[in-house]
């Protein structure tokens, strides 16, 4: 009899979980460095009850939304700029494909000086985060759009913004979503970082709590944080860039 | 050129004078087109058949507006060709459709481009054309969802839906199986008569050339010139099996191979 696909890493991580917390209960471990899973569950429980996991999630969110759209938006018609426009790709192109591989967070002290512990500072670390890997994306997927469909859309009569709105840019859409998701990955860890590293004053985020729980010895609110970053980041792929792609692929038969 | 001295032919869609194109490859500067002088009447099926590298497919890229001569000169009527336009639409070697778009949507392209028309005289035009390639029921399809015989009907019906005055076809059924070949040559010929459009065929296939073509134009490669030209007088429709078809596909052929064997002989 075959096994449902589901039973498996069901028991792994049942087996894994109990073992944990029997680990943690007999002793074996301090738990004030390791707490046992019902201890970060009930963190989870009174951080939700209480709303500070909520109004923390909430502001993280609205940076990571705000700066990642920022970002994008700005990112695809520069990415579109550099394609159309030989020296542009030659400078800003070159500089967004260096700046790129910069890790965002080294965005933070020059963000810091700047805008001071503010929404700002963080909102532009994101758009940091975000916009290079999207003007790279677009760059590249325009570049590699099809010469056949712009051949037969230009005997159409296409031509300028009909061209780009109508073909280039939807031929290039698939290369343009991945490095929007890439985009997002980076966002969401260098805000993350941020977040951690500095006290902003304008809002408590994820990081911040995570950061607290730390000063204050609170290991079950440091690795509830920890899950609640992963959850986020499972969510955001789950109900936003997977279904995209997933649609995508099957409407133009990928 | 001497523009006083470019004489159109009144009942020509597309006059060539003297068109010659060159291009800079890794060995030196290429001449693809040398000296090509043609007239495509109104309404007249102009077929281009030669061995590849004989600058057929540039012929039609130059007609078609998407690249320029070095030297000569194309018109379409009385006004010069220099940049793609709707009057003359291209069905390419491979369909070419948009895999964002559905079928009616593929088609309707050209028609939104026309300013003049409605959005349902466009609907209507496009539906037209889609039952004409016989794929009325496949409207809502995404290209990859159709076979490739069908999706080159569909791009037959993309190019032929905004009316163009000349329609240009690029091999557009080499990459099919033969059956559907055949189904498309009896489409093909079906709208031509119907709609007598003019059009201007390029392909390796002799034996298509001569099915399809009122004339057909024999061109030799290293440069591209016109050998010879056949006047075509089967009646339509022509099956590509029939025998006194065969044997005239067999003289321009034969045609072919002596000059091409003659030019071998230069060389050496």
Same mark, same amino acid.
């Given at each position: ?51 500070? @996991? ?26 579109? @700029? ?14 967004? @494909? ?29 758009v940091m985060g975000t916009i290079w890997a ?38 290039? @859409? ?81 | ?12 869609? &597309? ?107 466009? &609907? ?79 392909t390796h296939n002799i034996r298509e050339a001569?099915? &399809?073509?009122?004339?057909?134009? &024999? ?50």
């Open positions: 009899m075959k096994l449902p696909r589901f039973v498996i890493p069901t028991l792994v991580a049942v087996t894994f979980l109990g073992g944990w917390e029997w680990f943690v209960r007999v002793g074996h471990v301090n738990d004030v460095l390791v707490p046992a899973p019902s201890q970060i569950l009930h963190w989870f429980w009174d951080s939700l009850l209480n709303g500070e @996991l909520l109004s923390a999630t909430w502001v993280t969110m609205r940076r990571l939304i705000i700066g990642f759209a920022i970002g994008a938006a700005l990112g695809v018609p520069l990415g579109a @700029l550099c394609a159309r426009v030989r020296w542009i790709r030659d400078t800003l192109g070159v500089l967004a @494909l260096g700046l790129q591989t910069l890790p965002s967070v080294c965005w933070v002290p020059l963000a810091l000086l700047w805008f001071g512990q503010e929404e700002s500072a963080l909102l532009f670390v994101v999207v003007v790279i994306a677009v760059q590249e997927s325009v570049l590699n759009v099809q010469p056949l469909y712009l051949r037969a859309a230009m005997t159409m009569g296409s031509k300028g913004w009909h061209l780009w709105l109508r073909v280039i840019l939807p031929a290039a @859409l698939p290369g343009v979503l991945s490095g929007m998701k890439q985009g997002w990955a980076f966002a969401w860890r260098s805000l993350m970082a941020a977040e951690i590293f500095v006290v902003i004053l304008t809002g408590f985020g994820l990081g911040s709590l995570l950061h607290a729980g730390r000063e204050l010895l609170r290991m079950d609110q440091v690795m509830g944080v920890m899950t609640v970053v992963v959850l986020v980041g499972l969510l955001a792929d789950l109900i936003f860039f997977s279904p995209l792609e997933r649609w995508l692929r099957r409407s133009r038969g990928l | 050129m001497n523009p006083a001295s470019f004489k159109t032919h009144p009942s020509a869609a &597309l006059t060539l004078r003297n068109v010659t194109k060159r291009f800079n490859g890794a060995a030196g500067c290429v001449t693809a087109l040398d000296d090509i002088t043609l007239d495509v009447k109104e309404g007249e099926f102009l077929v281009l058949v030669g061995p590849s590298g004989c600058g057929k497919s540039t012929l039609l890229s130059l007609l078609a507006g998407l690249d320029q001569v070095d030297e000569g000169a194309i018109r379409l009527g009385e006004e010069p060709v220099r940049s793609p336009g709707r009057d003359r639409l291209v069905m390419f070697q491979q369909d070419a459709l948009f895999p964002w778009l559905n079928t009616l949507e593929n088609v309707m392209f050209g028609l939104r481009l026309k300013p003049d028309l409605t959005e349902a005289e466009r &609907l209507e035009s496009a539906r037209y054309y889609l039952s004409l390639v016989g794929l009325a029921d496949k409207e809502k399809a995404r290209p990859h969802e159709l076979s490739g015989g069908m999706r080159q009907r569909v791009a037959l019906a993309r190019s032929l839906a905004p009316n163009p005055r000349v329609l240009l076809m690029d091999e557009p059924f080499s990459a099919l199986d033969a059956l559907t070949r055949d189904q498309l040559y009896r489409d093909i010929q079906d709208i031509f008569t119907k709609r007598k459009k003019t059009i201007v065929l390029v001569v099915c &399809l073509g009122d004339r057909v134009v &024999l061109l030799s490669p290293n440069p591209g010139r016109v050998r010879q030209i056949f006047d075509i007088n089967l009646p339509r429709p022509r099956r590509i099996n029939d025998p006194e078809l065969a044997s005239l596909a067999a003289e321009v052929t034969d045609a072919l191979s002596s000059h091409l064997s003659r030019s071998q002989e230069g060389l050496a």
